[in-house]
């Protein structure tokens, strides 16, 4: 199951994965390390609803979660990154304060390295138990993807089962690239607030990633086992020039004689001038 | 920026003190009253602050969203750019304008309306009241999600002066869409939260007759939200609350915002900018571990502005 | 008739109107100046249809028209501002150079003199006389409303019966403000066009004013008697401040013991600390 | 930039000589060239001139597209964005790909796809293909005119380098949404006209097959466009169309293109932007009359560049 990255051998089907085991995919299990781990949730409202908020985050942690988002150094095949993934299991992948301030770390950290950011989204929302903070980080996170726009970082916003509120409605839907895991859910409202607010039943494929591409939400679905060959080829897309200016002029030169004569032999209509100007590897106009 | 008690009492002038007392019962009577029919809502408002108004409609996209007013309109002597939203005052009302619930297209039309504020060279006032982003199956079809995500994103670009206002209910991500300005003000009996209570009370209670315990577990009043440097301002209103003088309440509002597009439009845009996006880095509370011993908890205080 | 703005008194019907006669309207009928009467149509394409083309614009100004649209320098009650209408008598209000030349001259002569710009469309849209030539006056008045967009000069569109094709797919739909005549079609495509190639009838309210408006396309419909005040206060709204900074501090100053004394019996809960600086003026922070 | 014949003529190396006689037969076989069913399409062009390509879809609005291809690629070691108008080849593919007419979601998914070349500093190369936009009821109500002109804007305000080249047929407003470029070129059998030749014989012959009339009185060849000032260059094609051989096809493409992103890339962006106002400013053709005698024509020749 580990090796097949957590899919469904004979139906497909992907199950949900643990931020740091993300990581690990991401890295193709190799050697990651983790940013930020020593940033954990306070509890600034003292909530409590049916259980204390510190009680629910100790059980989580002592899962060995550090947070609902695990942020770290890696690189994509060839390609060097920041990756940060949402982890589901802690609190259902709830952003509050430390998702916030880590994936805003990560933003600065992928601008400052100039390489790109990878997030992997699971998450059921902002963190009721903080309250407006939780709502807070919504607009925190947007700054952070907004330092990514500035420095003209790419981001890849990845969206795995369930990718809903907040988290879809600030970051996770600010991808300059956009991918979406087969069967994710990917909404603003849940399914069941929705059916009680509006009393309609909603389709069998609401809000699913297939459904969402065809709304021209995302950009693909990716098959998790297909997800690194896609990241890595995106970020070798948008990487910057290996130098700048030199190969355009190289490439003309060098291609010169040969291009020149093939495309010669093809155009036997264009002018006599041109067809000289070719020959001799000058371009065409 | 949630800050230390200490840090908020430091603040001087603010009209509410932060530690009001705020039990169960009070907090459920700042609820109510945020969302008490008769409160002033953005119609009741505009008219009072500008001395003229020109509604604005449509995102050019798909439809018109009545549950978001925007228009142009004179401020002072200035050109503003102002978007509400508006619940509705009577039953007929509140179905025509969903209850103050918007689908992406009235963050689509916000959007649009604040390009032109950028041209203009206009502040924009947003002024909040809705119970959140309405949930229905189309809004989710046409981008809800991602409508509220880059009206933040909007609201973080634009270079001209902002200030928001939150002048009654201001829940979930349908009013942090509308919420990211340079000023971020509450009135005094108006409520900012990650969620309505019965919302809240449906999900972490499972009973959404909870909705009191939920209110008093989110503490959704300016006050706290004062102390946790979610704003920046509380606007006192009238004796009893705004319902009961919305003259009285316009003219509260108006002297803060006067005030805050005052000293706003002295700093140059691209600076008014960075200090706004410094202001939304800066929120949120966190403890940080020793690194060698994640274990042991170094500093329990919540990050925040010095 | 004339003074009633070619409406009908009885049913309301908005009649076509002559470009001259939009500017007399827009001035309350007070002389304005028509600026460049002397682009006149050319035949690049030597163009001919049923008729030819320079026999179709000869009739056109045997008519008294100039061109598909009028421009001019005029005030709409106390606003100043450059006005442009397009005829549809003139060819359909069909967009050819001269159209463009003209809204691309009106836009600079907005900017320069930073007053606002109004246009009144009525079209079928690109005039097919030129060519490809009118194609490219879609990006040329494009150009125009940008270079208002630099200049920081408001403009306001006004959609007449009809306004279609390249009209409403360029300028046209770039409005700051956006008003439509009641009744007016608003279209890119035609409605037989539309018909015959998806074959569906269409609503009778199709592409209509009053439904663009619920499309969310225009910013509200407006009866032309109404128009001048609507556009007045707009121009009056979107006009440049008096005197830019002074006002703010002096009406602080002003207002500061009436309204301070006001406010402080209306909110008797708040801290003494805040009443006192109420009271004496010197604002709440 | 309608120019005089001389005024062409003086320009140098340009593949088509500017005064081929252009009867109606040779016209319409220019426009079966352009709409031959095996001629390249983007997606033909795409695996041949880019090293790697990710196709980006949706506007992120309402929907995908599909008559509209978009991506990011390699192109000689740099990144760019690809956005194409995408016909279909057989019977399935044109029914999904609506024939190349694109709704206002195709539009805005390229205008979304330019947004990121901005943030990379990415150049936009667009291949220009289709009958026009759809005529739909639907896509009006979505704001087609909007679309179409918002499109147009975009490609005005991009800083980075622009290329758009009419690889078919370039028909009506769907073609000039993404035409507005830096440097606009045609392949030697496409055509740019405002109207498709079926769509003018309906409208001004009324009679639709009066097409070949249309066609012959549109002009809508490259040798003119290239003479009106309308493209600034025209590409070859393989010998007999480029139907006939794609990779050589493309491999005249890629030259043109290349040599136009080198020139391009040497321009600072805000002067690049600038010389592209310029460049549609001065398109057209008309008189202008003596102002004290309306009547007498003093300037026959239609008005373009030095
Ligand atoms: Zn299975
Ligand atoms: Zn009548």
Same mark, same amino acid.
């Given at each position: ?40 949730a306070a509890d600034p409202l003292q909530f ?48 509050g304060s430390?998702?916030g301030e ?28 903080e309250g407006v903070l939780a709502l807070m980080q919504?607009?925190k ?145 | 920026m949630s800050t230390s008690a200490g840090d908020a009492m430091r603040r001087i002038g603010n009209a509410i003190t932060p530690h009001e007392p705020q ?92 390009? !032109?504020?950028?041209?203009?060279? /206009?502040? %924009? ?6 119970? *959140? +982003?309405?949930?229905?199956?189309? @809004? ?17 670009? !634009?270079?001209?002066?902002?200030? /928001?206002? %939150? ?6 991500? *349908? +009013?942090?869409?509308?919420?990211? @300005?340079d000023r971020v003000m509450m009135?005094q009996?108006?409520?900012y ?23 008093? +577990?989110?503490q959704p009043t300016a006050a706290n939200c004062y102390r946790w440097g979610v704003v920046d301002s509380v606007i ?39 200090q706004r996006?410094v202001r939304f880095r800066r929120i949120g509370s966190y403890r940080e ?8 908890v170094v500093s329990g205080q919540t990050k925040g502005p010095p």
């Amino acid at each position: 199951m580990r090796r097949n990255f957590r899919v469904c051998t004979s139906c497909g089907h992907h199950f949900k994965v643990s931020g740091k085991e993300r990581l690990d995919q991401l890295a193709n299990f190799e050697s990651w390390n983790e940013l930020w781990p020593e940033l954990r949730a306070a509890d600034p409202l003292q909530f409590t609803d049916l259980e204390p908020y510190t009680k629910r985050v100790e059980k989580a942690e002592a899962k060995g979660l550090t947070e609902a988002l695990v942020a770290g150094d890696l690189s994509v095949g060839r390609q060097p990154c920041v990756a940060a993934a949402m982890d589901f299991g802690f609190l259902g992948g709830s952003m509050g304060s430390v998702v916030g301030e880590k994936l805003l770390r990560a933003c600065d950290r992928a601008a400052e390295r100039r390489v790109p950011l990878i997030v992997i989204s699971a998450s059921g929302g902002a963190r009721m138990q903080e309250g407006v903070l939780a709502l807070m980080q919504m607009s925190k996170t947007v700054v952070g993807f907004e330092a990514l726009h500035e420095a003209a970082v790419p981001v890849i916003s990845v969206l795995a089962h369930p990718t809903t509120g907040g988290v879809w409605a600030s970051f996770a839907a600010l991808g300059d690239v956009t991918y979406a895991e087969p069967g994710a859910l990917v909404s603003f409202s849940g399914p069941r607030v929705i059916e009680q607010t509006t009393r309609e039943k909603l389709a069998p494929d609401f809000g699913l990633a297939e459904t969402q591409l065809r709304n021209g939400q995302v950009d693909d679905v990716v098959d998790r086992r297909e997800l690194n060959e896609r990241l890595e080829r995106v970020m070798r897309i948008l990487s910057r020039e290996s130098s700048p200016e030199p190969p355009l002029a190289m490439q003309w030169a060098q291609q010169g004689a040969s291009r020149a004569q093939r495309a010669a032999r093809a155009v036997p209509r264009m002018s006599r001038r041109i067809r000289e100007r070719l020959r001799r590897g000058e371009g065409p106009q | 920026m949630s800050t230390s008690a200490g840090d908020a009492m430091r603040r001087i002038g603010n009209a509410i003190t932060p530690h009001e007392p705020q039990s169960t019962d009070q907090i459920w009577e700042i609820v109510q009253l945020a969302r008490h029919q008769d409160r002033p809502y953005p119609l009741d408002y505009i008219p009072r602050l500008l001395s003229d108004f020109e509604e604005l409609r449509g995102d050019r996209l798909y439809r018109d969203d009545p549950a978001i007013v925007a228009g142009i309109g004179r401020y002072h002597d200035m050109p503003v750019v102002v978007i509400g939203q508006q619940k509705g005052r009577d039953t007929q009302e509140r179905t025509y304008r969903n209850f103050g619930m918007s689908g992406p297209e009235g963050y689509r039309k916000a959007m649009r309306v604040m390009a !032109l504020a950028e041209k203009i060279g /206009a502040p %924009v006032i947003t002024l909040i009241d809705t119970p *959140g +982003a309405f949930p229905g199956a189309d @809004a989710e079809q046409r981008g809800q999600g991602g409508a509220i995500a880059t009206s933040i994103r909007t609201m973080l670009r !634009l270079s001209v002066p902002t200030v /928001a206002i %939150v002048v009654g209910e201001g829940s979930s991500g *349908g +009013a942090i869409a509308l919420g990211v @300005a340079d000023r971020v003000m509450m009135l005094q009996n108006s409520t900012y939260s990650v969620i309505s209570p019965e919302g809240g009370s449906a999900i972490l209670w499972r009973d959404a007759a909870k909705s009191q315990l939920a209110a008093a +577990a989110f503490q959704p009043t300016a006050a706290n939200c004062y102390r946790w440097g979610v704003v920046d301002s509380v606007i006192p209103e009238p004796d009893g609350g705004a319902h009961r003088d919305h003259d009285a309440a316009a003219e509260l509002l108006d002297r803060y915002l006067l005030r805050a597009l005052t000293e706003l439009r002295e700093i140059p845009g691209s600076e008014r900018r960075r200090q706004r996006h410094v202001r939304f880095r800066r929120i949120g509370s966190y403890r940080e571990l020793a690194l060698a011993d994640t274990s042991a908890v170094v500093s329990g205080q919540t990050k925040g502005p010095p």
